[in-house]
């Protein structure tokens, strides 16, 4: 498409918005963008969420795209695995790959966030803070935004707006409200919060700094992940509702009781738990599905505007940065808006929903499952398979977070190896009762060989 003649607004400079912009400017769009909150650079970051996110393969290689994984990885912190805390005390790390090839990466969502927006600017694109977007008029191409400040109104004309404003996005019901988009969100029935380990008295980490922490409790979980100030961001998973859930563990001295029964070698690093639990809302969790992703030439969603999820794998920042390099691409190659956005849609809506059905399944797996015998005889019995079976037998975890290939084809793959796993292991206590060389005819009859992009 002739980019010079078209003009790009985006709603959100949020981690896909502000990478989009990065990627459209440097391809001669004129790219404007309009963002709800003040600048972070000046005023802070307001986040409220999330402080800190696993960023794995496919995030990077977008970063990549953009000349922006340099300075991300900068001030990334490793994580070589689950470092799992058993119930009855005792803590495992199980790795995530083969060796430190295969790892994640904390980041902190507000340094991410200023770096993409120094580049989006340098890049030349314009970002307007303290524009909330309030309404849309399509067919005459007029935009209202509110400064939130002082309430007022600020219109503008556009040709196409491009929806990266996140899990409540106003373009979304903007869209909607023009023509429906199919909108379904499910929540989860659970949410989070957020506390801190801060450094040691030597200013050091009090805990194995390179693993994601987790404390397994059955129908219930606690993680933490790195920051590189030492520190580690700590979120609890309850349910909202039941006998351990967030209606029932309402006050900072309440918190204070069920980490000292559940997460005991937790509860002496974090001092701050009860002013913590009592200032941090619960943050709400579920999924949002749409029929459609986008209105003719005029609008389109990605990220979380279009597909939020869970984060239980750890992929929806990733996924939106897989969405930002897959919508230039289609704009690069197409020669109208309609079709760069019908052809954007049907690249990206199934595989979003495949990560949105593995990080719903994935949670059952790391309050549940790490901390059982079965499950970790079948992560042994899968490392067998995948040496043996290398092009062949490749794990669920290595195909979403180590590798680009859609998650479609991770999600149907990774049905037939769990398949697989299970039944050569039912009943069984260790691999030598395991019969390999039957398992091997399955491999081949079963999963063909994987085709890396
Ligand atoms: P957002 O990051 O939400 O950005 C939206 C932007 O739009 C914001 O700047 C917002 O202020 C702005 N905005 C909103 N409304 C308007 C409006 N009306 N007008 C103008 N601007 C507006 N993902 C991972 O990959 N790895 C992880 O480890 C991970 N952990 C997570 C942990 C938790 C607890 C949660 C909740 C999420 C996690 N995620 C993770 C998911 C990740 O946070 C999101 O997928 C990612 O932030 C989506 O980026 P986005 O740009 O689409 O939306």
Excluded at 300 to 315: I, R, Y
Excluded at 397 to 410: C, D, E
């Amino acid at each position: 498409m002739n980019a010079s003649s078209r003009a790009i607004t985006i709603i959100g400079a949020g981690l896909a918005g502000s990478l989009l912009a990065i990627l459209l400017s440097r391809k001669g769009w004129d790219v404007t963008v309009y963002e709800r909150r003040g600048d972070p650079r000046v005023n802070g970051y307001e986040s409220g969420r999330s402080i800190n996110l696993a960023l794995a393969e496919r995030g990077r290689h977008a970063l990549r795209q953009a000349d922006a994984e340099d300075a991300v990885m900068a001030r990334a912190v490793m994580m070589r695995g689950r470092m799992v805390h058993f119930a009855g005390g005792g803590e495992q790390l199980q790795r995530y790959g083969r060796d430190d090839s295969e790892v994640i990466w904390s980041i902190h969502r507000a340094d991410l966030n200023i770096t993409l927006l120094d580049l989006a600017e340098s890049a030349g694109a314009k970002i307007h803070f303290y524009r909330r977007l309030h309404t849309v008029d399509f067919p005459a191409g007029y935009a209202r935004f509110i400064d939130d400040r002082d309430d007022s109104p600020h219109d503008i004309r556009f040709d196409t707006l491009i929806g990266a404003d996140g899990a409540g996005s106003a373009l979304r019901a903007a869209m909607n409200r023009a023509s429906p988009l199919g909108e379904r969100g499910e929540f989860l029935g659970h949410s989070y919060k957020e506390l801190e380990i801060p450094p040691g008295a030597d200013g050091r980490f009090q805990i194995e700094a390179n693993a994601l922490h987790i404390w397994p409790r059955g129908d219930y979980m606690c993680i933490a992940l790195p920051n590189d100030a030492g520190t580690f961001t700590v979120t609890l998973f309850l349910p909202n509702e039941g006998p351990t859930s967030f209606a029932n563990v309402r006050s900072g001295a309440e918190a204070r009781a069920l980490f000292e029964r559940d997460f005991a070698d937790a509860l002496p690093l974090i001092p701050h738990l009860e002013r913590d639990w009592e200032h941090h809302p619960p943050g709400l969790l579920g999924t949002l599905y749409l029929d459609r992703w986008h209105l003719g030439d005029r609008a389109v969603l990605l990220g979380d505007a279009a597909h939020a999820m869970v984060p239980f794998h750890g992929q929806g920042m990733n996924c939106a940065f897989e969405d930002c390099v897959a919508l230039a691409a289609q704009l690069e190659a197409r020669d109208n808006l309609a079709s760069a956005f019908a052809a954007f849609e049907a690249e990206r809506k199934p595989n979003a929903a495949a990560i949105q059905a593995m990080a719903l399944e994935n949670y059952t797996e790391m309050r549940d499952r790490v901390d059982d015998a079965d499950f970790l005889l079948q992560r042994q019995l899968e490392q067998v398979l995948q040496q043996r079976h290398p092009d062949r037998f490749v794990p669920h975890y290595t195909m979403v977070t180590f590798m680009r290939i859609p998650y479609a084809v991770a999600l149907e793959r990774s049905q037939i190896q769990r398949e697989l796993l299970q039944q050569a292991t039912r009943g069984h206590a260790d691999l030598a009762q395991i019969d390999l060389d039957a398992l091997a005819r399955t491999v081949h009859e079963r999963l063909p060989p994987l085709q890396v992009p």
